[in-house]
């Protein structure tokens, strides 16, 4: 099992860039596919960003590419997800999640929340207009 807590979440200006981080704890960051999810109010989640065990392979949304860059650093079991240009539709609460995907899976199977089966408690993102 692992245990994921993120942190960096906060209220920030439309264009301003923000750095979200998650923290595992429990077994090694290196077992799991990683990837950032998020919820908008009276929204389903969605997935935002993804990353392989040992960062070879990485995906992210059309709402957010070029904007953002998931990265991991197995060694300080933590994962990070840069977003630059904010805008007021990346308000949301965003979620880390853990999932045990072999690294041949889909691009879709990467971005499936059905496909993780640990989260984090999550962390609100408010960007103002």
């Known amino acids: 099992q692992v245990q994921l807590v993120e942190s960096g979440g906060g209220l920030v200006q439309a264009g301003d860039s923000l750095r979200l981080s998650c923290a595992a704890s429990?077994?090694?960051?290196?077992?799991?596919?990683m990837a950032w999810f998020r919820q908008a109010p009276g929204k389903e989640r969605e997935f935002v960003a993804a990353?392989?065990?040992?960062?070879?392979?990485?995906l992210s949304a059309d709402s957010v590419k070029g904007r953002s860059t998931i990265s991991r650093d197995n060694a300080k079991n933590t994962v990070s997800l840069q977003m630059n240009s904010l805008k007021p539709e990346d308000t949301a609460v965003y979620y880390c999640?853990?999932?045990?995907?072999?690294?041949?899976?889909?691009?879709?199977?990467?971005?499936?929340?059905?496909?993780?089966?640990?989260w984090g408690q999550g962390t609100q993102v408010t960007v103002s207009s």
């Open positions: 429990g077994r090694t960051l290196s077992y799991y596919a």
């Open positions: 990353i392989s065990q040992y960062g070879s392979r990485t």
């Open positions: 999640a853990a999932a045990s995907l072999a690294l041949g899976s889909s691009s879709s199977a990467f971005s499936s929340s059905s496909a993780y089966d640990y």
